[in-house]
């Protein structure tokens, strides 16, 4: 049997304040065409579903859709887990009838004893779980997240079918894997994750919970990474996601390809601003600027804004120019009102509109009645 494996979709996800609920359901459909397309009989997805544990009403009903589109309508099998940003309890309602229709959807670690046969194949759904899960479950005090690992793992093993192949699903962190910045730091237990040796018994191991597809290189061990960037330290990494095929195996990766890409550019304010030069680029992405100019830009943001209505920064990669060093000890000097214009210039590339003005005018003299007031007192 063939199956698709996917993970971290994390919808209702923000990129640096933007909505990306369109985004995500255009990858979504990506990712049904391409089940369709390479005659999967099944749909894995390692959790992370939402990205908090109470989503949005369009949040809740993209997934509603997109759960229609790829069980009702397409008659695709999907294996399901909640990851840590889910809510186990609101994900889980429905549960009992999802199953008539081969919708999978596990919450509760003691679901995961429960393997789903198709084909050739056994799927063991272990869902993202906190120690004081398995704590109740085992009936143990002081079970710590490795002890109950390998306990879960080796009453996995006892349920194996030998005339079949193997797969797990889970979403945990793996020691030896690596971060990237969209991912939420999870300590679980003391620890920082599950050790690989507990779980190489399987043929094949489809992780959720880290967004790179490279973030732990084993042959039967794979994240299939997040469908869509979610930081800028992702903008070189292709998305995609896994199709396996249990008479191998191998795992082949399939890219996915954004409405919206997540790009870096270094240039000038003033290639960033000639129509010439900007034509050429694909102005809807999520850009990040790398400035090379070195003087003050007056509405700098705003400027670009209106040419790259997506712009997640821009960042100075020469610093500002200073005229010499004496005025630089002359700024050190000046005072408050001037300090705080100048600083907030520093920053952002932009002046203070009159409105912030006279709000920073009112605070410094609030400031300054109320020192007044405490000297008197002293």
């Known amino acids: 049997m063939r199956f698709l494996h996917t993970g971290d979709w994390h919808i209702g996800k923000k990129l640096y304040g933007y909505d990306l609920l369109a985004d995500q359901k255009d990858i979504i459909e990506q990712i049904l065409t391409i089940a369709i397309d390479q ?15 109470l989503p949005s009403v369009e949040a809740c009903q993209l997934l509603n859709q997109s759960f229609i589109k790829m069980n009702l309508e397409e008659k695709l099998p999907l294996l399901v887990i909640s990851g840590n940003h889910d809510s186990d309890v609101r994900l889980s309602t429905g549960m009992p009838w999802y199953e008539q229709t081969n919708f999978h959807l596990y919450t509760d670690l003691q679901q995961s004893f429960a393997p789903i046969e198709i084909g050739d194949t056994q799927f063991f759904l272990l ?11 085992f009936e143990e005090e002081k079970l710590t997240l490795q002890e109950a690992m390998k306990k879960i793992i080796t009453k996995m093993y006892d349920l194996f079918d030998p005339n079949k192949k193997h797969v797990l699903v ?3 962190f793996i020691d030896g894997s690596s971060r990237c910045d969209s991912e939420t730091t999870v300590e ?12 190489q018994g399987f043929d094949y191991i489809a992780l959720g919970h880290l967004h790179s597809k490279n973030a732990l290189k084993k042959e039967n061990a794979l994240y299939s990474g997040s469908p869509l ?4 330290s992702e903008k070189d990494d292709q998305k995609g996601v896994w199709i396996v095929d249990s008479q191998t195996m191998q795992p082949e990766f399939h890219e996915l390809h954004p409405k919206r890409d997540v790009r870096t550019l270094e240039a000038s304010f003033e ?45 100075r990669i020469n610093g500002r120019q200073k005229e010499n060093q004496i005025s630089q000890i002359k700024e050190r000097k000046k005072a408050p009102y001037h300090m705080l214009t100048s600083f907030f210039e520093e920053i952002t590339g932009d002046t203070l509109t009159e409105k912030q003005r006279l709000w920073l005018e009112e605070g410094l003299q609030q400031a300054t009645d109320t020192e007044k ?6």
């Open 39 to 53: 005659q999967v009989d099944a749909i894995v997805i390692a959790g992370d579903l939402y990205d908090r544990s």
């Open 373 to 378: 007031r405490n000297q008197d007192a002293t």
């Open 271 to 315: 290639e960033l601003t000639n129509p010439v030069f900007y034509q050429q680029l694909d102005r809807s992405c999520f850009w990040y600027f790398q400035l090379t100019d070195r003087s003050v830009i007056t509405n700098m943001m705003a400027q670009l804004r209106t040419i790259y209505p997506n712009i997640l920064g821009v960042e």
């Open 127 to 137: 869902p993202y779980f906190e120690p004081i899960a398995a704590r109740i479950y």
């Open 170 to 172: 889970t979403h945990f």
């Open 229 to 232: 960037k979610f930081s800028l």
């Open 188 to 199: 679980v237990g003391g620890l920082d994750g599950i050790s690989y040796h507990l779980i």
